[in-house]
């Protein structure tokens, strides 16, 4: 099993920034990719951005390719999602998420089966 704290949300003004932290544990050695999804009010949850567990390649949304940046602390037991330049079409409920399904595309949702209990990011216009 693997568990996931976030923290880092909150409220912050149009062109403003925040940074997302997820705290991970357990049987990390075993995760093949580790994500940050959202899910506005109403709408699906959908994929932002993922980072290899080992290796480290990147793959991001495009609606917000240049705006956010995922990355992984030194011990690679902590993934942090930095945002840049947020919008108030950003505002949803943030997911970290993590999966030890090797060979999936990073942006399917469904294959994730380790979950977070969510961090709120609102942003002001």
């Known amino acids: 099993q693997v568990q996931l704290v976030e923290s880092g949300g909150g409220l912050v003004q149009s062109g403003g920034s925040l940074r997302l932290s997820c705290a991970t544990s357990?049987?990390?050695?075993?995760?093949?990719?580790m994500g940050w999804f959202r899910q506005a009010p109403g709408k699906e949850r959908e994929f932002v951005a993922a980072?290899?567990?080992?290796?480290?390649?990147?793959d991001y949304a495009d609606s917000v390719k240049g705006r956010f940046t995922i990355s992984r602390g030194n011990a690679k037991n902590t993934v942090y999602l930095q945002m840049n330049s947020l919008k108030p079409e950003d505002t949803a409920v943030y997911y970290c998420?993590?999966?030890?399904?090797?060979?999936?595309?990073?942006?399917?949702?469904?294959?994730?089966?380790?979950w977070g209990q969510g961090t709120q990011v609102t942003v002001s216009s």
């Open positions: 357990g049987r990390t050695f075993s995760l093949y990719y």
């Open positions: 998420a993590a999966t030890s399904l090797y060979g999936i595309l990073a942006t399917q949702v469904g294959r994730y089966n380790y």
């Open positions: 980072i290899r567990y080992s290796g480290g390649s990147t």
